[in-house]
């Protein structure tokens, strides 16, 4: 320490106690930089061309984050084509979702008797609480969306082949792991879409042969969902998935630079790889020119996620998770609608005719104790999936060529193609036209499910408080309530239901044509209202039928300004 004193009185004595100071900062600054002194950085924010050894190579070599980049890119993959930097969004929104999942946490505890209160708190106590968790949900499900096209990009560019079909290996963990990061962080509001989905979710592990109970018990910690799954749940989202997600990020940006970026197809010989053998007129520097693009694309993606949120997105939370209530239309999260439509395929061979079908169910229940839910959703599904893995060596044609690749490239089409078509298949409301995978229940039920949703807002919530008249209306084409809010409302219930009276349903139910109904709003106590809506009908059997559901209203519940 003696010594350090003594160089630096000697430096202030001959150079003076300023230069002295400007020089200690600038060497700090290079140690912080990797070999970056400030200078270096103002030529690189101006865009000055780099001296002579370039100092610029420095970080790539010596220092930690820049060392997984290349130093230097080739031209040809600078502009939007080919990547459309779908790769770097990836990265950028997983770091994105781990900071914000670490502001949530601190406000978090994983119970049951906690999570739901926290929630609200987070929403209405916490500062920037409802923005955050708004960025985050909104993240997941963007990082999501980027994941699966930058995999597509690279399907469609053929850059799994050699020699990055290792590249593609860690490209498809990573997409599963995105998935089911998003999904286990779907329980943690502990709210009935939650509870639900995840409880439709982990119900497919005990149809697993063979270890499906023990399977479904490990991710629960108990028979159903509770204190146990909840904190597995928390456990796989904060921890597991985030460790795992680092490790072949890593994995996946190495690769990345020991190969480089691939090329357009149609700049390489077939066969040939040069991402490489960059020459020295096509080389464009990381800095500056590459690091100020891709903080622009940083800085457009996150604009977009803040506005959204403050603006028109507003992640959803719904009642408290109740067990012995189940919603109508509980569904998986989007990007799992395609195994939920596998599950509502009715037979092992769908195709063939109603009889023969049901024949060859039973002898596949029988043989191989196999069910059509069991097949599809247990063992397709899962094996769609695998199937990514083994796209590089199922593929031997060498050539990334657009028109040599006609045979996996509709493949890729048909593949895409089936995802959509169960994803449609997925939702309650079926694939268009045809009603495939159509669930509901009895039309009068949907009437009251498409004005007072189980979960969620729905028309009934949505007309103000104030427009609201106490007494009993007949649903009907021309109501007269004195209220023009009310009225609209009446009118829509009625159209809805002369169109369940006219129109099956895809599973052939329609409204029976003499049935009628009722609105009727009570006064409960001052500034709340009782809203029922009642349906007289004819059941399938001929007998009489009839249907009620009501919601409570306040004054200043607020849901009129969602």
């Given at each position: 320490?003696?010594?350090?004193?003594?160089?630096l009185v000697?430096?202030?004595?001959?150079?003076?106690?300023?230069a002295?100071?400007?020089?200690?900062?600038?060497?700090?600054?290079?140690?912080?930089?990797a070999?970056?002194s400030?200078?270096?950085?103002?030529?690189?924010l101006?865009?000055d061309p780099?001296?002579?050894?370039?100092?610029?190579?420095?970080?790539?070599?010596e220092?930690f984050?820049?060392?997984?980049?290349?130093?230097?890119?080739?031209?040809?993959?600078t502009?939007?084509?080919?990547?459309?930097?779908?790769?770097?969004?990836?990265?950028?929104?997983?770091?994105?979702?781990?900071i914000?999942g670490?502001f949530?946490?601190?406000?978090?505890?994983?119970?049951?008797?906690?999570?739901?209160?926290?929630?609200?708190?987070?929403?209405?106590n916490?500062?920037?609480?409802?923005?955050?968790?708004?960025?985050?949900?909104?993240?997941?499900?963007?990082?999501?969306?980027v994941?699966?096209?930058?995999?597509?990009?690279?399907?469609?560019?053929?850059?799994?082949?050699?020699?990055?079909?290792?590249?593609?290996f860690?490209?498809?963990?990573?997409?599963?792991?995105?998935?089911?990061?998003?999904?286990?962080?779907?329980?943690?509001?502990?709210d009935q879409l939650?509870?639900?989905?995840v409880?439709?979710?982990?119900?497919?592990?005990?149809?697993?042969?063979?270890i499906?109970?023990?399977?479904?018990?490990?991710?629960?910690?108990?028979?159903?969902?509770?204190a146990?799954g909840?904190?597995?749940f928390?456990?796989?989202?904060v921890?597991?998935?985030?460790l795992?997600?680092?490790?072949?990020?890593?994995?996946?940006?190495y690769k990345?630079?020991?190969?480089?970026?691939?090329?357009?197809?149609?700049?390489?010989?077939?066969?040939?790889?040069?991402?490489?053998?960059?020459?020295?007129?096509?080389?464009?520097?990381?800095?500056p020119?590459?690091?100020?693009?891709?903080?622009?694309?940083?800085?457009?993606?996150?604009?977009?996620?803040?506005?959204?949120?403050?603006?028109?997105?507003?992640?959803?939370?719904e009642?408290?998770?109740?067990?012995?209530?189940?919603p109508?239309?509980?569904?998986a999260?989007?990007?799992?609608?395609w195994?939920?439509?596998?599950?509502?395929?009715?037979?092992?061979?769908?195709?063939?005719?109603?009889?023969?079908?049901?024949?060859?169910?039973r002898f596949?229940?029988?043989?191989?104790?196999?069910?059509?839910?069991v097949?599809?959703?247990?063992?397709?599904g899962?094996?769609?999936?695998?199937?990514l893995?083994?796209?590089?060596?199922?593929?031997?044609n060498?050539?990334?060529?657009?028109?040599?690749?006609?045979?996996?490239l509709?493949?890729?089409?048909?593949?895409?193609?089936?995802?959509?078509?169960?994803?449609?298949?997925?939702?309650?409301?079926?694939?268009?036209?045809?009603g495939?995978?159509?669930?509901g229940?009895?039309?009068?039920?949907?009437?009251?499910?498409?004005?007072i949703?189980?979960?969620?807002?729905?028309?009934?919530r949505l007309?103000p408080?104030?427009?609201?008249?106490?007494?009993?209306?007949?649903?009907s084409?021309?109501?007269?309530?004195?209220?023009?809010?009310?009225d609209?409302?009446?009118r829509?219930?009625?159209?809805?239901?002369?169109?369940?009276?006219?129109?099956?349903d895809?599973?052939?139910k329609?409204?029976?044509?003499?049935a009628?109904?009722?609105?009727?709003?009570k006064?409960?106590?001052a500034?709340?209202k009782?809203?029922?809506?009642?349906?007289?009908?004819?059941?399938?059997?001929?007998?009489?039928?009839?249907?009620?559901?009501?919601?409570?209203?306040?004054?200043?519940?607020?849901?009129?300004?969602e």
């Amino acid at each position: 320490m003696a010594i350090v004193g003594q160089k630096l009185v000697k430096q202030i004595q001959a150079t003076g106690l300023k230069a002295t100071v400007a020089q200690r900062l600038d060497d700090a600054f290079t140690r912080f930089t990797a070999g970056l002194s400030w200078n270096d950085v103002r030529g690189v924010l101006r865009g000055d061309p780099p001296a002579k050894p370039n100092p610029r190579v420095k970080p790539h070599t010596e220092g930690f984050w820049f060392h997984i980049r290349p130093t230097f890119y080739h031209e040809a993959v600078t502009t939007l084509y080919p990547t459309f930097r779908l790769g770097l969004l990836s990265a950028l929104f997983f770091t994105f979702e781990i900071i914000t999942g670490i502001f949530l946490m601190i406000f978090y505890t994983p119970s049951p008797s906690y999570a739901y209160g926290n929630m609200l708190d987070i929403l209405t106590n916490v500062p920037f609480g409802k923005f955050m968790r708004d960025m985050h949900r909104l993240g997941a499900e963007a990082m999501v969306i980027v994941v699966t096209l930058h995999m597509a990009r690279t399907f469609i560019t053929g850059s799994y082949k050699k020699p990055r079909q290792f590249t593609w290996f860690t490209g498809v963990v990573l997409l599963g792991v995105t998935l089911f990061m998003s999904f286990s962080g779907y329980l943690l509001p502990w709210d009935q879409l939650a509870f639900w989905a995840v409880t439709i979710g982990t119900s497919m592990a005990d149809a697993v042969p063979g270890i499906g109970p023990q399977l479904n018990l490990l991710l629960r910690g108990a028979p159903d969902i509770g204190a146990g799954g909840l904190l597995r749940f928390y456990l796989f989202h904060v921890v597991l998935f985030p460790l795992i997600g680092v490790i072949f990020v890593a994995v996946h940006y190495y690769k990345v630079v020991r190969f480089g970026i691939s090329l357009p197809p149609e700049m390489e010989a077939i066969g040939e790889d040069t991402a490489r053998k960059v020459p020295p007129e096509k080389r464009v520097n990381f800095l500056p020119d590459i690091l100020t693009n891709e903080l622009m694309y940083a800085g457009v993606a996150f604009a977009v996620l803040a506005i959204s949120c403050a603006t028109w997105y507003s992640a959803p939370l719904e009642h408290h998770a109740d067990p012995l209530v189940t919603p109508n239309h509980t569904v998986a999260p989007w990007y799992f609608y395609w195994l939920q439509g596998l599950l509502k395929i009715p037979h092992m061979i769908p195709l063939l005719p109603e009889g023969i079908a049901g024949e060859v169910d039973r002898f596949f229940a029988n043989v191989f104790g196999l069910t059509p839910k069991v097949f599809w959703g247990v063992i397709v599904g899962p094996l769609m999936f695998a199937l990514l893995f083994v796209v590089p060596y199922i593929d031997p044609n060498p050539s990334r060529r657009y028109g040599d690749r006609k045979v996996m490239l509709t493949f890729g089409a048909l593949f895409a193609a089936a995802i959509i078509y169960l994803s449609l298949a997925g939702i309650p409301t079926g694939v268009p036209i045809i009603g495939f995978g159509y669930v509901g229940g009895d039309p009068a039920s949907e009437v009251g499910q498409a004005f007072i949703p189980d979960e969620g807002v729905g028309p009934v919530r949505l007309l103000p408080y104030e427009q609201y008249v106490v007494g009993k209306f007949t649903i009907s084409a021309q109501p007269n309530t004195g209220s023009a809010g009310l009225d609209r409302l009446i009118r829509d219930i009625h159209n809805d239901m002369e169109a369940r009276k006219a129109r099956p349903d895809p599973l052939g139910k329609t409204l029976s044509a003499d049935a009628t109904g009722s609105l009727e709003v009570k006064e409960i106590q001052a500034n709340l209202k009782q809203v029922i809506i009642t349906l007289d009908y004819t059941d399938v059997n001929g007998a009489p039928a009839q249907f009620k559901k009501y919601t409570f209203l306040h004054a200043q519940s607020g849901y009129a300004s969602e």
